[in-house]
């Protein structure tokens, strides 16, 4: 279910945002050329809605991107390709229109013994999630840092000091702490269970104010986020928080009725109150589902991000071996899938 990488470009605000270039004070990841605006603070939430830092709605147009360096597996096979690529790729999400990347870290990927096949010295890790960073946000594009596959709460939350501290005062990073918490990693009996999500996402979000953190938090729900229904019930303590609903066809052929009725209840209806997006969408978890399904969810995930508040969406992944990647690794150039999101997607929400 974990899989992600390439996707999205910069939201357009005529006459109000500039490109400009500023030294971002604090961490190496922080410096960067970057649009932003000479009004406003940050990204930030107000009721159901994503702003800009001009205020502006802001709509996700979104892909996993530079997928395995730094976590999910193969770092230094096709991971470290994707790295070596990663400036191609990026340049060719902003092109097709996406403005946000989400990048997949893992606190415990980042300190694997050098036994390990996917081992990458810390302060590598970091100097070239730092580049990485960098290179999305100087194309005018929103880094959501998606941090996951990491066993232990304790670890994830000295990771996310880290996170805050390096990457906080950058206006384009987005902190996710945990992917699919207690699903993809941690305690996997507890994959369904509201209270401890509670306590656990409330003491994460704690942690990353605690740090100086004061943009968006992208937050994932129980069930591998398919499930965010009982958010209401169960509160974070803090206003500036985006929820990410994952979802898959799971070997459907059709996005049917019944499918647009559970994703109702399970997390679009939400958009009324709170901000909502797909944080993660592909064509296979195993097993695959025919692009007929993705057409379908993605006409549902467009009117839905038109007419029903919904926050947006997040492909997975731009370049990966499985089913679920968006291009040809070696070449960069877009397959069926990464043309069904960029045609069904991105293109329809941009002419919004």
Same mark, same amino acid.
């Given at each position: 279910?974990?899989?992600?990488?390439?996707?999205?470009?910069?939201?357009?605000?005529?006459?109000?945002?500039?490109?400009?270039?500023?030294?971002?004070?604090?961490?190496?990841?922080?410096?960067?050329?970057?649009?932003?605006?000479?009004?406003?603070?940050?990204?930030?939430?107000?009721?159901?809605?994503?702003?800009?830092?001009?205020?502006?709605?802001?709509?996700?147009?979104?892909?996993?991107?530079?997928?395995?360096?730094?976590?999910?597996?193969?770092?230094?096979?096709?991971?470290?390709?994707?790295?070596?690529?990663?400036?191609?790729?990026?340049?060719?999400?902003?092109?097709?229109?996406?403005?946000?990347?989400?990048?997949?870290?893992?606190?415990?990927?980042?300190?694997?013994?050098?036994?390990?096949?996917?081992?990458?010295?810390?302060?590598?890790?970091?100097?070239?999630?730092?580049?990485?960073?960098?290179?999305?946000?100087?194309?005018?594009?929103?880094?959501?840092?998606?941090?996951?596959?990491?066993? #232990?709460?304790?670890?994830?939350? *000295?990771? /996310?000091?880290?996170? !805050?501290? =390096? $990457? %906080?005062?950058?206006?384009?990073? @987005?902190?996710?702490?945990?992917?699919?918490?207690?699903?993809?990693?941690?305690?996997?009996?507890?994959?369904?269970?509201?209270?401890?999500?509670?306590?656990?996402?409330?003491?994460?979000?704690?942690?990353?104010?605690?740090?100086?953190?004061?943009?968006?938090?992208?937050?994932?729900?129980?069930?591998?986020?398919?499930?965010?229904?009982?958010?209401? #019930?169960?509160?974070?303590?803090? *206003?500036? /928080?985006?929820?990410? !609903?994952? =979802? $898959? %066809?799971?070997?459907?052929?059709? @996005?049917?009725?019944?499918?647009?009725?559970?994703?109702?209840?399970?997390?679009?209806?939400?958009?009324?109150?709170?901000?909502?997006?797909?944080?993660?969408?592909?064509?296979?978890?195993?097993?695959?589902?025919?692009?007929?399904?993705?057409?379908?969810?993605?006409?549902?995930?467009?009117?839905?991000?038109?007419?029903?508040?919904?926050?947006?969406?997040?492909?997975?992944?731009?370049?990966?071996?499985?089913?679920?990647?968006?291009?040809?690794?070696?070449?960069?150039?877009?397959?069926?899938?990464?043309?069904?999101?960029?045609?069904?997607?991105?293109?329809?929400?941009?002419?919004?």
């Amino acid at each position: 279910m974990t899989l992600r990488r390439r996707l999205l470009i910069v939201a357009s605000i005529v006459g109000v945002l500039i490109l400009v270039t500023c030294g971002w004070p604090g961490r190496p990841g922080a410096t960067t050329t970057a649009r932003t605006s000479l009004l406003g603070s940050g990204f930030h939430v107000s009721g159901n809605r994503i702003l800009d830092p001009a205020g502006q709605p802001f709509t996700v147009k979104g892909a996993d991107a530079v997928y395995g360096r730094f976590a999910g597996g193969d770092a230094n096979g096709l991971g470290r390709t994707n790295y070596q690529h990663a400036e191609r790729d990026l340049d060719a999400l902003r092109a097709a229109g996406f403005n946000l990347v989400r990048l997949s870290i893992s606190a415990d990927a980042a300190r694997l013994p050098p036994s390990s096949p996917d081992y990458i010295p810390y302060d590598q890790y970091l100097d070239e999630l730092d580049r990485v960073v960098t290179w999305v946000t100087q194309r005018g594009m929103v880094a959501e840092l998606s941090q996951g596959e990491t066993a #232990a709460p304790a670890t994830i939350t *000295a990771w /996310l000091a880290v996170l !805050a501290s =390096r $990457y %906080g005062p950058n206006p384009l990073v @987005w902190i996710k702490p945990d992917n699919e918490p207690n699903c993809e990693s941690g305690d996997q009996s507890k994959c369904t269970d509201w209270t401890l999500w509670q306590h656990q996402q409330s003491s994460y979000v704690r942690t990353l104010r605690g740090a100086g953190y004061t943009g968006p938090i992208v937050v994932n729900c129980i069930g591998w986020s398919w499930d965010c229904s009982q958010i209401p #019930a169960f509160p974070l303590g803090d *206003a500036n /928080l985006i929820y990410g !609903a994952h =979802r $898959y %066809g799971a070997g459907a052929t059709t @996005w049917d009725a019944s499918q647009r009725a559970q994703a109702d209840r399970l997390w679009a209806d939400l958009a009324r109150f709170v901000p909502v997006i797909v944080d993660e969408v592909g064509t296979q978890n195993p097993p695959v589902s025919p692009l007929t399904w993705s057409q379908g969810f993605l006409a549902y995930v467009t009117d839905w991000v038109r007419h029903r508040g919904g926050a947006g969406c997040i492909a997975f992944v731009d370049a990966w071996s499985d089913a679920n990647t968006m291009t040809d690794p070696a070449t960069g150039g877009w397959n069926r899938w990464g043309q069904t999101f960029i045609e069904s997607y991105v293109r329809p929400v941009s002419r919004t």
